[in-house]
């Protein structure tokens, strides 16, 4: 019986060297055979990107009703990370966001592929659009309807309704960028869409842009209340706070990481910059308005969101205002910016996508190799 136990035991230890041995194995160390590649899908267009926008009415998100298929080519890679779960495609009359909820997009859809969207069931928005002498045209987008309210789009999630509305086609030639070198060329950021304008939306490539010395970005106190509030924002503007070593609030990256931005902020760059929205300053129990430095606290800023961020970083064309908007998130976010471009000294080439956020022309970049020092 002994005898039986001590093997009954040694058994046990052998195969539990061997299930430890297996573990610390490759499972399968041969090659797999790569999926075949997807069927290119050719639909029938029935409008361009200019006739769908053109059923747009400001502030009036449109769910589509009727079978309406437009086509593009994809303009944008979110590989570099500047772009966030939405990729652009443009046609001869302009070009649009799609919204879909997914990251890694670059996998799915390539720069220069043919995209087809059948649009039944989605909702035709616009981001970024304001009323006013101050506001203007935003950018327009297909999505789902935001069941919140908060935005007139939201994102296509589900991997089954992507497949129902979001068709991809062959491989076609990557988008040539059109050449903008004069502002006469460029649309008027107040009343502009693509059906006036078919530089709207599209990959666009500015030459000859000079620093305006300014840049913009939008703090938050707490992410977990309300965004819109003015007692939750504070505006890094050029009206709010001081110019030190020759950049607005020192800020002479085209973004701030997380890292980033907590060495501004415990730098105490921005302490005189006040919190507040607009004309609506947020006060202090004694009547005086509220700055950043005034909640320093035990000198961590406990009360302030600490996260990545994007910048607007202002340049001109001809005296026109354009907004280089970088991501917080993008490989490049922390790139300092050269010297001599922000001395004035130099301009630079731009190649991005050109898009209208309230009345103002933005461009977004797909990566770094977009920035080019004009000589």
């Not at 136990?5 to 061997?18: K, P, T």
């Not at 075949?36 to 050719?42: L, V």
């Not at 980033?260 to 005189?272: C, N, P, R, S, V």
């Not at 005296?319 to 000294?345: A, H, M, N, Y």
């Amino acid at each position: 019986m002994k005898k039986s136990i001590i093997a009954l035991f040694a058994l046990a230890a052998l195969v539990s060297c061997q299930s430890l041995k297996e573990e610390f194995q490759p499972v399968f160390t041969s090659f797999y055979k790569y999926p075949a590649r997807y069927q290119a899908d050719t639909l029938k267009t029935t409008h361009t990107i200019a006739q769908l926008v053109s059923l747009y009415t400001p502030e009036t998100p449109l769910t589509i009703k009727d079978d309406i298929v437009i086509s593009g080519v994809v303009s944008t890679t979110d590989q570099p990370g500047n772009f966030y779960k939405s990729f652009f495609i443009q046609d001869e009359t302009g070009g649009i966001e799609i919204k879909v909820g997914k990251n890694s997009l670059y996998n799915d859809y390539l720069p220069g592929q043919r995209i087809y969207v059948y649009c039944k069931d989605l909702t035709l928005g616009m981001y970024g659009y304001k009323t006013g002498n101050y506001g203007g045209m935003g950018m327009a987008q297909i999505g789902f309807s935001d069941p919140s309210g908060t935005y007139e789009t939201s994102y296509i999630e589900s991997q089954m309704i992507i497949n129902e509305h979001i068709f991809r086609g062959p491989q076609e030639f990557p988008v040539v960028p059109v050449v903008v070198d004069s502002p006469s060329r460029l649309p008027d950021p107040k009343t502009a869409t693509q059906s006036t304008n078919n530089l709207v939306g599209k990959l666009v490539t500015f030459k000859g842009l000079k620093y305006a010395n300014e840049n913009f970005v939008l703090l938050y106190l707490d992410s977990t209340k309300d965004k819109k509030a003015y007692s939750n924002r504070v505006f890094l503007s050029d009206s709010n706070g001081l110019e030190k070593d020759g950049a607005r609030h020192s800020i002479t990256t085209w973004a701030m990481s997380e890292s980033k931005m907590k060495e501004h902020l415990l730098a105490g760059d921005w302490d005189d910059a006040k919190v507040g929205s607009g004309n609506t300053m947020l006060m202090d129990d004694a009547g005086h308005e509220v700055t950043l430095g005034a909640l320093k606290g035990d000198g961590t800023y406990p009360t302030v969101e600490k996260a990545a961020y994007s910048v607007s970083q202002y340049f001109t064309l001809g005296g026109t205002e354009i907004q280089v908007r970088t991501s917080g998130f993008c490989k490049f976010c922390d790139v300092e910016i050269d010297p001599d471009i922000l001395s004035g000294k130099k301009t630079i080439t731009v190649t991005g996508i050109l898009s209208l956020y309230q009345g103002s022309i933005q461009v977004t970049v797909n990566s770094l190799d977009d920035f080019v020092v004009d000589e």
